[in-house]
């Protein structure tokens, strides 16, 4: 069965420091690969998307991804975390491609930031 | 923007109880869903649907039920609400293969 792995439950960054969010997927081919945010008491919104084509992907609020198929992951990289940046990080999969929105969801990693 | 809204932010039910989840879309989206949220599970998947009066179970639907008479509107439905349904659900809609949530209902039931 499809699955999405996030080793990380939870990550303490200092203010100013790097960031990478691990996911690890387990599908046959190349899924479409999210990364969505939560901040507390929010709905998830979304950081960035791979559906295709070159496999470092910039989204929102300076953070970018990258693909790499040999390893099944689709790690999640900000260069310098800022305080706003708390919040928990969801990767997703979608196997079924003409079925959008029916993700599969990994643990989520929560990400505390020190000042 | 899409907009996704969930009437009810917080709720706090009693076992047995009926309990109504409303979700409306604003950008004329045909696929709806509804996800749970519990901590350490990430987001499951309950019932999702493609077109109005349409509906198909997700991972998680026992003791859930959906509605969509309109295209705007999907509604989450338990009939007889228990304990182990506290929980965040989470509507969402889609366009172009991605996801926009609500901001989720936490519902409490005691």
């Known amino acids: 069965a499809q699955s999405v792995t996030q080793p990380d439950i939870h990550i303490t960054v200092s203010e100013g420091a790097s960031l990478e969010l691990r996911c690890n997927y387990s599908?046959?081919?190349?899924?479409?690969l999210f990364w969505y945010v939560q901040s507390p008491g929010q709905g998830l919104q979304l950081l960035l998307k791979y559906f295709s084509g070159d496999t470092l992907v910039q989204g929102i609020k300076g953070f970018e991804a990258e693909f790499k198929r040999s390893q099944s992951s689709f790690n999640l990289r900000k260069p310098s975390v800022h305080w706003s940046d708390a919040a928990e990080y969801f990767c997703?999969?979608?196997?079924?491609?003409?079925?959008?929105?029916?993700?599969?969801f990994g643990q989520g990693t929560e990400l505390s930031v020190k000042p | 923007d899409v907009k996704v809204t969930q009437s009810s932010r917080y709720l706090v039910k009693r076992t047995g109880e009926k309990v109504f989840l409303e979700c409306v879309q604003d950008?004329?989206?045909?696929?709806m869903f509804w996800y749970r949220q519990d901590p350490g599970l990430g987001l499951r998947l309950i019932y999702f649907s493609y077109d109005v009066k349409m509906k198909e179970k997700g991972d998680i639907p026992e003791g859930y039920s959906v509605s969509r008479e309109k295209k705007e509107r999907f509604s989450l439905i338990l009939e007889s609400a228990s304990t182990n349904q506290t929980s965040m659900y989470l509507c969402?809609?889609?366009?172009?293969?991605?996801?926009?949530f609500g901001a989720g209902s936490r519902l409490t039931v005691l």
């Open positions: 997703a999969v979608d196997v079924i491609y003409n079925q959008g929105g029916k993700l599969i």
């Open positions: 599908y046959g081919a190349t899924p479409y």
């Open positions: 950008m004329d989206h045909e696929n």
């Open positions: 969402a809609s889609t366009g172009a293969n991605v996801l926009t």
